[in-house]
């Protein structure tokens, strides 16, 4: 009788053990599942799109920006976006505003006045594409779309397009590209010294602070000041540029200052700096001479349409 008892108990506490043993994991699996339940999942992030545009050459812009599409025109430097059509243009696209309150708000990327100053801009696309351009703010030319308040068409650049009528490549409409598409520092380090000294004066005289200082030794105590300066010139006209030796040039630039009604001719040399990683740089020290108002070679009466690109495409 006891040895029936002792087995019994012993059955009892088998029982009681197996039970143990299945019920505590599965009381810890709903329990967690529940904790898990309870605390909520962090939400996903929505990444913010990039400000700059795709990098694409004109020969494949021209594919998939095609005549009589359309397209949104987003100014880089301040957000405002219009709407345009292309209506033609062979080596870039020439375009109009769709409305005049398309061309009411380009009217403003401008101050309120029409200019031939680049810009640099992003293209988008019905598709959503984003492509990096450039454009110009002068209507010329003619014009198809009625009621829009724009007499003509402007004028809008991408990687390696060119001007109608020179059939070349417009550096003041390139380095407004590298900048909408973030490409600056690149483009500057491949280029040699009197390029590089081409894309300064060009960054001059589309008033772009920006691209000036990428293309010289910012590291230099003169950098501030000269910078400073160059926002006092309202326009610059590089009319040449003789080698002195490897490293220097000379040039030969006419200047307008704001607030003048006279261009000054100045005469100077320039040097030349290779910094590592980062390619030639021009010494901002030797361009002291664009913001020294009281020194010049020669002065005439400014003509603002002397400014004037042949951009003149008929469409």
């Not at 894309?199 to 691209?211: P, R, T």
């Not at 926002?231 to 490897?246: E, M, P, Y």
């Not at 590592?276 to 901002?284: F, H, M, S, V, Y």
């Amino acid at each position: 009788m006891l040895f029936l008892n002792i087995r019994r108990r012993g059955l009892i506490i088998g029982v009681i053990l197996i039970l143990l043993f299945v019920s505590v994991p599965t009381a810890y699996k709903i329990i967690v599942a529940h904790e898990s339940k309870s605390i909520p999942k962090p939400e996903k992030t929505k990444e913010e799109p990039s400000p700059y545009g795709e990098f694409l050459r004109w020969e494949e812009v021209n594919t998939i920006f095609p005549k009589y599409s359309k397209a949104t025109v987003i100014d880089f430097e301040t957000g405002l976006q219009f709407h345009v059509q292309r209506r033609a243009g062979k080596y870039h696209a020439d375009v109009q505003p769709l409305a005049s309150e398309d061309s009411s708000v380009m009217k403003m990327i401008y101050d309120g006045s029409w200019s031939w100053k680049r810009k640099a801009v992003i293209v988008k696309l019905d598709n959503g594409r984003r492509i990096a351009a450039s454009m110009n703010g002068m209507p010329h030319g003619a014009g198809a779309i009625r009621g829009n308040n724009f007499n003509g068409h402007f004028c809008i650049h991408f990687r390696d397009s060119k001007i109608h009528a020179s059939r070349e490549i417009n550096m003041d409409h390139q380095i407004m590209i590298w900048k909408a598409a973030n490409k600056v520092d690149e483009q500057l380090f491949s280029l040699p010294p009197r390029s590089v000294v081409n894309v300064f004066f060009s960054a001059v005289a589309q008033n772009d602070g920006y691209i000036a200082g990428k293309a010289i030794d910012n590291q230099s105590e003169y950098a501030v000041s000269l910078l400073d300066g160059i926002n006092d010139i309202k326009s610059a006209r590089l009319c040449g540029i003789k080698d002195k030796n490897q490293n220097s040039f000379d040039v030969d630039v006419w200047l307008v200052y704001e607030g003048s009604d006279k261009e000054y001719r100045k005469k100077f040399s320039i040097n030349m700096i290779k910094k590592q990683n980062l390619g030639w740089k021009i010494d901002p020290r030797t361009l002291l001479p664009l913001i020294e108002k009281d020194v010049w070679v020669e002065s005439r009466q400014y003509d603002e349409f002397m400014e004037e690109d042949p951009e003149f495409d008929e469409l």
